[in-house]
């Protein structure tokens, strides 16, 4: 099984801020990786596929990097409704692993 | 426009069983791969189970292999988790979702399945 590792597990920012997720693969994916966001008391929605690929009506703000076993997710100035968890999820395996999850959260 | 809706959770004892069903429409279901996430109450997300556009490539997360069921009717364009020798740990909400080219493009609202005496 592929273990997906992201740091860190807490973001404290204020909005305006930028942040920076990273996303650690237990071995290499290429770039089958995707980011979900994911509020209270909904559903997660898809973000970034393929690594780097923004999904539709996502905002340019949020882009991703990275390929093999490290990726990233950055957001570059928050907005309010930016204030979420954030997880990664690898596709290069059939049994399609979730990261444990990075809380940004409002400082 | 695409929906998933999920239903059929609920309270059930351990040791029991409990049929998830996943209703879609607004896309061609028989086309797309599908999953069974779920989500422990203030948990993070867990895969379940994946299922090929066809029926025939079937995959388990350890956690349920054995336990759990993933099936689908392309014909009722419904998909099916049929759960039994359930435990208090697979308390969740549990999602279905549209595996596009191996990522979630679609999810269902969830359904809370809760396994207590």
């Known amino acids: 099984e592929i273990v997906l590792t992201q740091s860190p597990a807490t973001l404290s920012l204020s909005p305006g801020e930028g942040a920076t997720l990273s996303c650690r693969a237990s071995?290499?994916?290429?770039?089958?990786l995707a980011w979900y966001q994911q509020k209270p008391g909904q559903a997660p929605r898809l973000l970034i596929y393929?690594?780097?690929n923004r999904a539709t009506g996502i905002p340019a703000r949020f882009s991703g990097s990275g390929s093999g076993t490290d990726f990233t997710l950055t957001i570059s100035s928050l907005e309010a409704e930016d204030f979420a968890v954030y997880y990664c999820?690898?596709?290069?395996?059939?049994?399609?692993?979730f990261g444990q999850g990075t809380k940004v959260e409002i400082k | 426009e695409v929906q998933l809706v999920e239903s059929g959770g609920g309270l059930v004892k351990p040791g029991g069983s409990l049929r998830l069903s996943c209703a879609a429409s607004?896309?061609?279901?028989?086309?797309?791969?599908m999953n069974w996430v779920r989500q422990a109450p203030g948990k993070g997300l867990e895969w379940v189970s994946y299922?090929?556009?066809?029926?025939?490539?079937?995959y388990y997360a350890d956690s349920v292999k054995g336990r759990f069921t993933i099936s689908r009717d392309n014909a009722k364009n419904s998909l099916y988790l049929q759960m039994s020798s359930l435990r208090a740990e697979d308390t969740a909400v549990y999602y279905c979702?549209?595996?596009?080219?191996?990522?979630?493009?679609?999810w269902g609202h969830g359904t809370l399945v809760t396994v207590s005496s």
């Open positions: 979702a549209r595996d596009n080219n191996a990522y979630n493009d679609y």
């Open positions: 071995q290499t994916i290429s770039s089958t």
């Open positions: 299922i090929g556009s066809g029926g025939i490539y079937i």
């Open positions: 393929d690594a780097s």
């Open positions: 999820q690898q596709g290069s395996s059939w049994r399609r692993t």
């Open positions: 607004g896309f061609i279901f028989s086309s797309y791969n």
